[in-house]
Each structure stands twice: as structure tokens, then as C-alpha cells.
């Protein structure tokens, strides 16, 4: 069963976002996870890269993680580079380390139900299936920039 969001919920959690811890990022710069993560970073974002394989490393300009109970300060959101399966325990850490936690973001391929629940419950807005990225794109309208979504004709050609 896929969720559906309104362009309005999603705008809103991109722009009331300031920090974003990304779960499961790669260092390898072709693999999703690096550059959603490298993107949200130009876009203005906070990231904080959490890979316990590359904790201590450096990538983007900042240290990688080795878990989110180990990130000092606040975090708006998590977006999770993980399997749905491994979903829920990453839920109930970021839930604990993070009292104001505002959005638990799942990306492309990743659902899962029982971590999404346990966010609700404690007010956490929940995306899944989704790419912060491509939504950045979409709703800020940078997919006509690249040359998608070519529905509106330049007078700049």
C-alpha cells in the first residue's frame, strides 16, 4: 500500500527542516545515499552522515556517525538509506535521542508500518517512499531547470 502526500505536507517539512541526520550513507559518491546527501547540503541543509562501517571518516565536510544516539544537538529529520526490515530500531533511537524530532523520512523502496506508527504516536510526521531530494526538485521547481517536467517553455532557449 502506497501513501500518498499532499505537495503542501511535503513542502512544509522540507522548509521547516534545518537539520537532517542521513542513515546508512555511502561514501562511494555514485551510490543514492551520497548524493541525496551531498544535494541536501547544497540546498542549505545540516547533514549529519550516520554509517557506523565509516564512523570518524570525513565526507561532505563533516565527521560520519557511527549511530544517532551518538549526534550532539537537535535533528529535524531522519532520512533512512536502509532496509524496510531494519526500519524500527532506527525509529525508537531517533525518537529517544531526539525529544523534537519533526519528520522520519524513508526513502525510495523503503516502507515500513510498524516503525511509521511508532513515529506517529509520538507526533513525528512520517514520509516513505519517498527521495527528499526528488521533492526538493519537484516542488521548487529545479526539475524544469535540468530538463524535466518540460510541460513550460523557456523563453530563455
Known sequence: MSESYTDEFLRDVLKR???????????NPVRPSYYVARYLKLKGYEVVPVNPGHA?????????????????????MVDVFRRPEHVP??????LAAFPELQTVWMQIGVVNEEAAAM??????????DR???????????????????????????
Not at 530500531?89 to 531517533?94: G, R
Open 119 to 128: 513515529a506517529r504516536a509520538r507526533g513525528v510526521d512520517v514520509v516513505m
Open 56 to 76: 570518524g571518516k570525513e565526507l561532505l565536510g563533516e565527521t560520519v556517525i557511527g549511530s544517532l544516539s551518538e549526534i550532539e544537538g537537535k535533528i529535524d
Open 89 to 94: 530500531p532506527i525509529v525508537e533511537e531517533a
Open 17 to 27: 527542516t534545518k537539520r537532517i541526520a542521513v542513515v546508512g550513507v555511502s561514501m
Open 131 to 157: 527521495c527528499p531530494k526528488i521533492e526538493y526538485q519537484r516542488l521548487f521547481g529545479e526539475l524544469r531547470m535540468g530538463g524535466f517536467a518540460t510541460g513550460v517553455i523557456s523563453s530563455k532557449l
